[in-house]
C-alpha cells in the first residue's frame, strides 16, 4: 500500500466516524459509554427554551430525545437538525440521571445545522 493509499483510507475513515449520528436512546440507556464524550445527535426539534443566560432546545430522534444547552441561537420547533456536542451528566439519584448535550460551537468537530 502506498503512502497516498494509506492517507486516503485514513481520511475516508475519520469522515465517517466524524459523521455517524449516535442513536439517542443509546446514549440515554448507556451513559457510562457517552458522558464526557462528544458526540452527533440527529432529529427533530421538540421544543425550545431561553431564558437569560440560559438556551436549550430538545431533540428526538423517535426513540428517545435528549435537552441541548447552547450558546447559538436556537433553532425553530420542528426543525431537523444534526448537533454536535459532549454529552453531560446534569445529576443521578437512584435508577433516574438526566443526561444533556453541551453543544459545540459551529465547525469545532463536523458541520452542525438543519439535515
Request: hydrophobic content about 45%; aromatic content about 6%.
Amino acid at each position: 500500500m502506498t503512502i497516498r493509499s494509506f492517507l486516503l483510507a485514513a481520511a475516508l475513515v475519520l469522515l465517517s466516524s466524524a459523521s455517524h449520528a449516535e442513536s439517542i436512546k443509546d446514549i440515554i440507556d448507556n451513559p457510562r459509554s457517552y458522558v464526557d464524550r462528544t458526540v452527533v445527535v440527529e432529529g427533530r426539534v421538540v421544543s425550545a427554551f431561553s431564558l437569560v443566560l440560559v438556551k436549550y432546545f430538545t431533540v428526538s430522534d423517535g426513540a428517545a430525545s435528549i435537552s441541548v444547552f447552547t450558546t447559538q441561537p436556537l433553532p425553530r420547533k420542528g426543525e431537523n437538525i444534526r448537533v454536535v456536542g459532549r454529552v453531560h451528566e446534569l445529576f443521578s439519584f437512584g435508577s433516574d440521571s438526566l443526561l444533556v448535550l453541551v453543544e459545540q460551537k459551529s465547525g469545532a468537530e463536523g458541520p452542525p445545522g438543519m439535515i
